[in-house]
Every structure is written in structure tokens, then in C-alpha cells.
């Protein structure tokens, strides 16, 4: 017996949860670090606003603030819009139909989630600008002039490519997820397949649209690399362009806090959007699989409507990239150096995937375990980090690491805790639902065989939610390759990441020079995304996944 | 207990000078014994959820002397399930004392952790370890032991519920009554101060429950667990337990052996718990109860004392009530509604004037058929059990 068991009686009843659990301290303590951490960086913003006194008014106009705000609004509107309006027929098709390759369609589908911004970017400069590909092609049959890819167009059509797999992926969640019975009944009442869409199907997926669509808006609002080699100017890349020209960095602070402002604003639209209903199966047992909707002859154009953003936003992306880099090695161009950045690339992303899962983990299990209103605050304040643009995190680490967090300063480390800052929402959200499949029963049923609560965690609890945490881990990993504004700022000078060196070649439009570096970064990108994407694949093929299993038995 | 493998002693882990008596003594407050401590005992326990105005148990007392196997009897939200967590420790009691093999675990100031009370505890959904092999599961709670001891006792232990063979496999690849065996297994292995039994049968199918029942019965029989059961079947509770304790709202009501318990209830509440039966109002006078169902000899159970002219509730078995075919203006009468042969035995419905059924089950033949205006008395002399209202 622990002193802690004997006066547990007389502890602060504020640790309590809801059911009357009391957690042991050290979860407490570690899940209250993670979240005081993740506050850090919105905490010191305001501070450094704050001390610059009531000059911000004057610097926001100075800055040009309302153009730039709305570009900026109409970017995201224009990508959301887009985004859903592509995703949506697409997750229908590949769940729902008999398009044929379909299976291989629909993993294909998502991949265009591996190309970072600036890549696609360049591709898209490259294919589609004046002087690019199409045109070339184009003035065979007489097209003079395509219009210019620069500005809006561009933005969104690169944002579009690379964000619709975000509402692709929630969507087709739902759609799997959904009780076939619900479609069946409408049927059986009298209405057509179209009919039953949108009176059915449609409404059930709107809280899947809404959360995909707040990973769009809020993905397009942090894009810097994109809309910068497209030159529209953003909020984002308008911080960024402060950031580096000026010495005076009260700017970029204050512009930042607008940021943060706008992304509050656009989760709080989301939590609007949900509405009153309840959207889970109102019954238990397994999901039927429902039958697969007969396209007819209209099939195979189905297939080839799902493949149109899989050829934009893939293929010839990665076919751009593979010509550039056979036409260096032909022509003995310089490409970028390889094997530091991509070593350097790689042990950044996994330490940063690593830190975050095991940051997430308390929180999680505070959360799921101990719901009271303490592990409830803990759970809000590592979502802050969801809503943050990279270049937000980054720049307050900086005044951070300057003025406070010295040693840190210039290394590394400050660079993980952006990522980790960043990311904590996607490892945390995973191992969420993979605990809430683990029954608390299986726990107790542990400390009643004689183990403390702290080892019931590492040999019960941890190995129960390793699903969770290795896609978690998978898609922090994913996100840290792919992530430039916060890498540019805080990498130590020097340390080159596979993202940076490309984006500073790419950024003097020296593209050809990126195609070994790039493709590089995609393939490896590409690693987690399979991962992720088969692994929401446990339709029936998947019958040995472990996680669902576990999830079969433990219910 | 002693178990086959049972090693010397069978205390508690705790040191001697446990730190909860120490606190105790500390704080000048008077451990309470009345000689007999049990191997479970709770003594005016009182436990509260937060947010929850009404004690989830409150006023809760139960003797589990060594070896024996008591079953908690109540509906659902009877606090039964909250009682058997305090005796496991996930739920702390305010007020009130837990004691388990003569230790203090639980008070208001005393809470000993569930890892640290030597119980052995097996859930309605077993709560197998979905990661972990059959033997890995029974192995779990033997950390304290050397490996070439912990291997040792798996054999036996897995032997005993019939689990020999299954060693290697995960628990996803057993049957439901298959992992029902494993987690007594489970429970059992480190050699447990007492077994628990949460709903243990609730999840299976009807014929494999009763079947698993007495492999169950059986298993702690030999091994001479002392077991606390807690159901809300009735069945399951008269069939293995030594005692049964009732529950009513957040305390035992009436606790005794199940012959005492079926044979004179407390209460009209523990009546209708303990055994199918109907509860009809009457008068009492003179040792008779008059009912709309005729004149019953009655006699009065416990400390339940009935004057003459109060309005009681008579207790109506199927098995102790006859009928038999009414006269033409026969006052209170019943209708037969339904007769289900049974072989040996016919159970009939009787619906009274009032709408009440009565049911009724008597040897066959006879010839009372469905439509008879029947005439209701209890059978061989038996006395209707009446309580007051």
C-alpha cells in the first residue's frame, strides 16, 4: 500500500472525474506538462502583442490588412467549396459502386495527400504556366493563350489537389460506417436512389463534410509554399514575407495573433455546423456490408471521374518530377544534395512522430479514462495546435527560444516541440478512439491481478491502443515531412531538410534542380500515407488486422 | 483457500504493521470487530458517485465467512455490482468499513488499491487480454513468482477449468463459454484471498449458463474458494450459493441460506426477487387472509407483526395453490385462461375479476379446461405467507 492509497481520501476533489475515478498523479502531471507546452506558443504571442503597445492597431491597417484578409477568405472558400464538391462523388464511387478497379482506385485516390504544396507547385507551374506543357501542346491546335496559372487559379488549384483527400478520407469513413439499413428503408418507402442520397445519405454526412472541410480551411489558411511560387498572397505568406524582410518582428507577431483569430473562427464555424442530431447507429452489432450500387454502362466513366484528380494531382505531378530528373541525369545538370537532408528529413520526422505519441498519450488516456473537467481542459488546450498555422508556432518558438528557452535556441529541439505542438491533435484524436475500443473492464481486470495502475498502462493499455498510436505516429510523420514554415524558421542554420533545400532551389525557380530531392520526400511521404490509406481498407481482404479484433473481442 | 498450488501462507501481502491500521490507531478511530471478521467483510458501507444525489449502497452489511459461497441477489441498479467494486477496490466508500481477509481495506480514510487486495475477479465481459495468449492471461497476475514457478502453475490451473490444449491460443479465437473459463482460470491462478464473480453467466445462451453453472460450482468446490457472486438471476443464485443475500435499494434486505430465504422472505420485495409469484391484496383477521381469491390460512415471516383488520399482501405460489372446479354461484372465482401441459405437471393461468393472473401448477389430469370458472385454495395445508403494506 502507497501513502498516496492511505490519504487519497483527503486529495483535492477537483482531480475527480465524472464516474468518480481519482487518477493516479502521474498521468495528472504528464498530461498537465502537454498541455501547458502546447499553450507556450499562443501564450507568448500574446505577450509580445501585448508589449507593443497600442501600436498594433497601426501596424494591422499598415500592413494592408483588409486586402490580404480578404484573399485570403476567398481562397479558403473557393478550395473548401471545391474540395467537398470533388471528395464527396469520389468516396460515393468508391464505396458505394461497382466502378471497376475500384479498390485500386480508391487507395489511389487519397495519394495525392503525399505532395507537399511546394511541390505541386512547381509541377503545376511547369505543366500549366504560359511558357509550360500544356501550352506547348495547345499551340499545335491553335490555343493561343491559356489563362495565367499565377494567382487565384493556381492557389486553388494546387490547395484543391492537395486537400480534397482530407474530405475524401472523413467522408468515406462515414459512408462505411453507416448503417446500410437506414439507405435500405428509404427505399422500401418509395424513393428513388437520387432521392434517398439526398434525403438520407447526404445529411448523415454532414458532420464527416464539416470536419473534413475545417482540415481543408485551415490547411489552406497555413499553406505558405504553395501560394508563394503561385504569387497570391495570403495571410500566411504575407507573416512569412515580414518575418524575413524586416528586423522589427512586433509584426509578424501581432499579424500572427490575426491568424489565430481566423482559425478560431473556423472551428467555431464547424461546431456550428453540427447541428442537433445524433449521427452514430442508434444499434449495436456489426455493420452489414451493403451492396454495392450497379452502375451499368455508366460505370467505367465513374472509374475515369475518379481518375481525373488522380492524374492531376499524381500522376502527372510525379511524371513532371521523374522527366526532370531523367533529363538532369542526361544532361549531367547539378541536382540537390541528397543523403544529408533526406537522413536529416528523416530522423526529425520519426523523432517528431515519436515525441508526439508518447506527449498524446496521457492526455488521451486522462481523457478517455478520467473525464472531468481538468482532463476535458487538457484535451482543448492540445487542440490549440490544431488550429495553428506552422508559421504561427514557429515564430512565437523563435521569440520563445530567443527570450526565454536560450539553449534551445538554434537546435533541434525547438523545431520537434513545433512539430509536436503542431501535430499533437492527429496522434491524440487516434489513440482516442483506439482506447475508447479498449473496455476499462480489461484494466481493472489487470490492477486486480496486482498491478499497479502505473503498469497496468505499459502492459496492458499501451500494447491495446498500438493501432492507434502507430497510425497516429504515421500521420505525424507524414505531416513533419511534408511541413515548411515552421522547418524554414527553426531548423538551426545549417540543418538542411529535404523540405527546405527544395523549397529554397524552388523558390529561385530553379525546379529541374528539385526532382531527385522531391521525389525523394514524395516516396517517402508515401510510406505512412499507404500505411494509413490500406489500413482503412479492413473491408473484408483485411481479415487478419489486429486492431480489429481487438475491437470484435473487447466489445 | 487453499489450492492445490497454495503456497504456506495465505495472507494478504500487507506488512503486518499495515499502514491502514497505523492510521487508524493514529486517528483514534475504533477498527470495528465482533469477533468474527470473515474473509469479506462490510460493515455499514456507504458509497457515493459524484454528481449523484442518492448513495449508490448505503448501510451495506455482509459476512463471507471461509469458503463459502454467498450470491448477491438484486434487480439491476440495486447497487449490487457497486458493492462487489468495493469489495475490489474500484470504488471508494464513504463510509463504513471493507475488510478483506481481517484487513482493513476501505473506509472513509482507508482505501487500499485493487492491486493490492489479492482478489480474484472475474467480469460479465470477462475482460480478457485481447493482446495476450490464453497461458499469458493466466501467467499475468503471477508476476511475483520466479518463471520456472509461474510456468509451473499454469498447467494446473488451466487443467482444472478444462482449458488444457488452449494454451497458445488468443482469446478472439475462443467461445464465449471457453472465455468464461479462462478468466476464472485467470482469477485463480494467483491464488486469491476470495474469487468475485460479476454476472458471470450473463452472456452466455441458457443451456451453456446452466451447464457452465455447475462446472463452476464444481471448480470452486475443490479448489475451496471463498466466492462472492452477484446476478440478478434468481436461478443461478439458488443453484450455487451457500447464502444468498437480497437486495433491495441499496441494501441487503434478507440474507440466509436459499432455502430460508425462498421459504420465509422478509418482504414482499425479497418474495418477488426470490421466486415467481404473485402479490395480491386481503384483510388479515384471525390468522386468515380474505382475498378476492378466497380465505387463505396465512402465517406472518420475520419481525412482521400484523393486527387483525390490516390490509396485507399474500404471497401466491404457482406450487402451493390448488383449484378446483367452481360451484354455479360460487363467489370468488377465477377464470382459466390458459393451461400448458407439461408432462407430468399442467401450469394453469387463472385470470380473477380483478384482472390479476394468478398462475397455478398441479399435477395433470383432473380435467379442468380452459374457460372453467375455478375456485382457488393453497394446497395440503400450506399457509399463504402475508406481509403488511
Redesign the interface.
Known amino acids: ?3 498516496s ?2 490519504f ?3 486529495m483535492p ?1 477537483g482531480w ?1 472525474s ?3 475515478k ?1 487518477p493516479p498523479a502521474f498521468l495528472v502531471a504528464s498530461a498537465a506538462a502537454v498541455a501547458l507546452a502546447a499553450l507556450i506558443p499562443v501564450a507568448y504571442l500574446l505577450v509580445r502583442s501585448v508589449s507593443a503597445g497600442s501600436d498594433w492597431i497601426d501596424i494591422i491597417w499598415r500592413a494592408n490588412t483588409a486586402a490580404v484578409f480578404g484573399r485570403t477568405f476567398l481562397l479558403i472558400a473557393l478550395v473548401t467549396v471545391i474540395s467537398v464538391s470533388v471528395a464527396v462523388p469520389i468516396a460515393w464511387l468508391t464505396v458505394k459502386s461497382n466502378i471497376p478497379l475500384r479498390r485500386v482506385l480508391s487507395v489511389a485516390s487519397v495519394l495525392p495527400l503525399v505532395m507537399p504544396s511546394f511541390v505541386m507547385a512547381t509541377t503545376v507551374i511547369e505543366m500549366y504556366s504560359p511558357k509550360g506543357v500544356l501550352q506547348g501542346w495547345l499551340s499545335a491546335i491553335g490555343v493561343e493563350r491559356l489563362p495565367d496559372i499565377y494567382g487565384l487559379g493556381g492557389a486553388t488549384l494546387v490547395l484543391v489537389l492537395m486537400t480534397y483527400p482530407y474530405v475524401l478520407l472523413t467522408v468515406r469513413g462515414a459512408l462505411r460506417r453507416m448503417d446500410p439499413a437506414l439507405e435500405e428503408a428509404a427505399r422500401a418507402m418509395g424513393y428513388g436512389p437520387v432521392h434517398t442520397f439526398r434525403a438520407v445519405t447526404l445529411p448523415m454526412l454532414r458532420p464527416a463534410i464539416a470536419g473534413g472541410s475545417l482540415l481543408v480551411a485551415l490547411y489552406t489558411l497555413s499553406d505558405f509554399g504553395g501560394v508563394a511560387l503561385l504569387r497570391y498572397q495570403t495571410f500566411t505568406s504575407t507573416i512569412m514575407i515580414q518575418y524575413q524582410s524586416s528586423i522589427d518582428r512586433t509584426l509578424a507577431a501581432v499579424l500572427s495573433l490575426v491568424l489565430v483569430v481566423i482559425a478560431v473562427m473556423l472551428l467555431m464555424g464547424e461546431g456550428f455546423t453540427r447541428g442537433r442530431g445524433a449521427y452514430h447507429r442508434s444499434t449495436v452489432g456489426a455493420v452489414r456490408s451493403s451492396r454495392r450500387f450497379d452502375l451499368g454502362r455508366w460505370r467505367w466513366l465513374g472509374a475515369a471521374g475518379v481518375g481525373v484528380p488522380v492524374m492531376i494531382g499524381l500522376i502527372i505531378p510525379v511524371g513532371v518530377l521523374v522527366h526532370w530528373l531523367v533529363r538532369g541525369l542526361l544532361n549531367d545538370q547539378e541536382l540537390l544534395p541528397l543523403l544529408i537532408p533526406a537522413r536529416n528529413s528523416l530522423y526529425i520526422s520519426l523523432l517528431a512522430a515519436l515525441a508526439t505519441v508518447m506527449a498524446a498519450l496521457p492526455v488521451a488516456i486522462l481523457a478517455v479514462r478520467f473525464q472531468s473537467r481538468m482532463s476535458k481542459f487538457f484535451e482543448r488546450s492540445i487542440y490549440i495546435g490544431f488550429g495553428l498555422p506552422g508559421v504561427v508556432v514557429a515564430l512565437s518558438l523563435v521569440f520563445f527560444g530567443i527570450n526565454v528557452a536560450r539553449p534551445l535556441y538554434q537546435s533541434i529541439w525547438l523545431l520537434i516541440f513545433a512539430y509536436v505542438v503542431l501535430f499533437l491533435p492527429a496522434s491524440v484524436g487516434a489513440l482516442r478512439s483506439s482506447l475508447l475500443q479498449v ?1 476499462p ?2 484494466e ?10 502505473w503498469r ?1 498502462i505499459f ?2 493499455t499501451v ?2 491502443v ?1 493501432p492507434g498510436a502507430l497510425a497516429g505516429g504515421a500521420m505525424v510523420f507524414l505531416l513533419t515531412m511534408k511541413e515548411l514554415p515552421a522547418t524554414l524558421i527553426l531548423s538551426p542554420i545549417g540543418y538542411r531538410t529535404l523540405s527546405a533545400s527544395i523549397w529554397s532551389a524552388a523558390s529561385e525557380a530553379f525546379f529541374a534542380k528539385t526532382a531527385a530531392a522531391a521525389l525523394l520526400l514524395v516516396l517517402v511521404a508515401g510510406v505512412p500515407t499507404a500505411y494509413l490509406t490500406l489500413r482503412g481498407h479492413g473491408d473484408k481482404a483485411d481479415a487478419s488486422d489486429r486492431s480489429n ?2 475491437g ?3 466489445r | 483457500m487453499r489450492m492445490p498450488w497454495s503456497r504456506k501462507s495465505t495472507n494478504l501481502k ?1 506488512p503486518p504493521a ?3 491500521d497505523a ?1 487508524s490507531a493514529a486517528l483514534a478511530i475504533p477498527v470495528p470487530t465482533d469477533g468474527e471478521t470473515g474473509v469479506i467483510h462490510l460493515q455499514g458501507v456507504e458509497c ?4 449523484s444525489d442518492s448513495p449508490a449502497i448505503s448501510d451495506f452489511n455482509l459476512l463471507i465467512r471461509p469458503g463459502e459461497f454467498v450470491s448477491i441477489l438484486g434487480r439491476s441498479g440495486a447497487g449490487k455490482t457497486t458493492a462487489l467494486r468495493v469489495v ?5 466508500v464513504s463510509s463504513g468499513y471493507v475488510r478483506v481477509g481481517g484487513q482493513l481495506v476501505g473506509s ?14 472475474v ?3 470477462y ?5 495476450l495468449t490464453v497461458a499469458k492471461n493466466v501467467e ?2 503471477l ?2 513468482l520466479p518463471a520456472d514457478e509461474r510456468s509451473a502453475r499454469i498447467a494446473p490451473v488451466l487443467d482444472m477449468v478444462g482449458m488444457s490444449g488452449y494454451e497458445s491460443r488468443y ?2 479465437e475462443l467461445s464465449g463459454g471457453q472465455q468464461q473459463r479462462v478468466a476464472i482460470a ?2 485463480l491462478a ?1 491464488d486469491p484471498v476470495a474469487l468475485l464473480l460479476d454476472e458471470p453467466f450473463s452472456n452466455l445462451d441458457r443451456q451453456l449458463r446452466a451447464a457452465l453453472r455447475r462446472d463452476i460450482k464444481e471448480i470452486v468446490r475443490k479448489t475451496g474458494a471463498t466466492t462472492l457472486l452477484v446476478t440478478h438471476d434468481r436461478e443461478e443464485a439458488l443453484a450455487t450459493s451457500d447464502r444468498i443475500a437480497v437486495m433491495g435499494q441499496n441494501s441487503i434486505e434478507q440474507i440466509g441460506t436459499p432455502e430460508e430465504v425462498y421459504q420465509n422472505p422478509v418482504s414482499a420485495d425479497v418474495a418477488k426477487l426470490i421466486g415467481p409469484c404473485e402479490l395480491i391484496p386481503g384483510v388479515f383477521r384471525g390468522g386468515i387472509v380474505m382475498t378476492e381469491a378466497g380465505a387463505f390460512p396465512t402465517r406472518v415471516t420475520a419481525d412482521n407483526s400484523i393486527s387483525d383488520g390490516q390490509q396485507v399482501l399474500s404471497l401466491m405460489r404457482a406450487s402451493e395453490l390448488e383449484i378446483e372446479v367452481a360451484g354455479e354461484d360460487e363467489q370468488r372465482t377465477g377464470t382459466v385462461e390458459l393451461r400448458e401441459f407439461e408432462g407430468e405437471f399442467s401450469e394453469y393461468a387463472i385470470r380473477l375479476d380483478s384482472g390479476t393472473l394468478l398462475r397455478v401448477r398441479r399435477r395433470a389430469a383432473n380435467g379442468i379446461k380452459v374457460g372453467n370458472r375455478v375456485k382457488i385454495s393453497s394446497r395440503d395445508e400450506s399457509k399463504v405467507i402475508v406481509f403488511p403494506v
Open positions: 500500500m502507497t501513502i492509497g492511505v487519497s481520501g483527503v476533489l475527480k465524472t464516474d468518480g481519482r473496455s473492464r480489461v481493472e481486470a489487470a490492477q486486480s491481478l496486482g498491478r499497479s495502475q497496468v502492459s496492458v500494447p491495446l498500438m479484433e481487438i470484435e473481442t473487447v | 500487507l499495515s499502514v491502514a492510521a457515493r458517485y459524484p454528481g475490489a477496490g474500484f470504488e471508494q472513509s480514510f482507508v482505501h487500499i488499491p485493487p492491486d493490492q487486495r489479492r482478489i480474484g475477479l467480469f460479465q465481459d475482460a480478457l487480454f485481447p493482446h499475468f497476475g508476476k511475483d482469446v478472439h485467470r482469477a494467483p
